[in-house]
């Protein structure tokens, strides 16, 4: 799904030649650096640069990964997706399962004032809590955010930064790719989402990564109108690439007015917004959006 030539070719171009000491040339055809500059900046013969990028060389050393993440201008998260691409063919990191333990589920039940969400790396929300439910205006179980945000088009109004949001889910799922390159639910929902939008495709194209930390979020909830909220993820220390989300609102803003408002919600007569807290269990051969019951292990 993603590999190590591909991700210096778009780095490359992206490093504004003069920021890295090169002189202008008007008669420079290539967008950003050409291949024998960064060979050169970091220290590589041209030759094995070149092998890299055509995927014919494996296995560099640390200090060459290193060097080329210094000229390419790399942060931390791009670095660790730099070193992970080139680890691949040694070691490949088993997709993680979908089993929650019941004590995390629990803490879903201790947060009453927030929506709450358990998310894996796929994207998928294995678990929820009743305002997690009605803040999405449905059922927690078989929604994946990525689906819900770049394929479910009458859904899109809920996200006030829709834009940002889609560089946020696509660095996310580039990253995800990087760690997991043989899940293959994680190969078909990509795929998916490559088939059925077009700003999709364009973003995928970039190859830029992203971690999921906390951060601004902000929703257009069709009740209870625009939701500033704080988004907090907890890494869940024995279940890799899954976190906990909790979506808080600053003490005395029109955030916690509003969640309190949404707290009151009934539940709609046909059932889309389900009361308590949902949960479901996923296990590596179910598919992608099940559609069984909720259960709690």
Known sequence: MDDLAGFLRTRRSRVDPAAAGIPADSRRRVKGLRREEVAHLSG???????????????????????????VLGLDDTERGHLHRLARQPRRRAKAPGGRIRPEVLRVLDLVAGAPALIMDH??????GNRLAALLFGRPIPGLNTARHLFLEEAERGLY??????????VGHLRLAAGQYPDDPRLASLIGELAMGSERFRRLWARADVRARTHGRKSYRHPLVGVLDLHQENFALPDAP?????????????PAEDGLRLLAS?????????GAGRTACRREESAPARPAGAPVRE
């Open 44 to 70: 590589v013969s041209v030759d094995y640069y070149v092998r890299l990028e055509q995927g014919r060389a494996t296995q560099p050393s640390e200090q060459v990964l290193d060097a080329l993440a210094r």
């Open 265 to 273: 919600l009934d539940e709609p007569e046909d059932g889309r917004v």
């Open 241 to 253: 690439g899954m976190e906990l989300l909790v979506l808080s609102a600053p003490p005395g803003t």
């Open 160 to 169: 006030a930064d829709w834009e940002a949001c889609t560089l946020d889910v």
């Open 122 to 127: 796929r994207l998928d929300v294995l678990a």
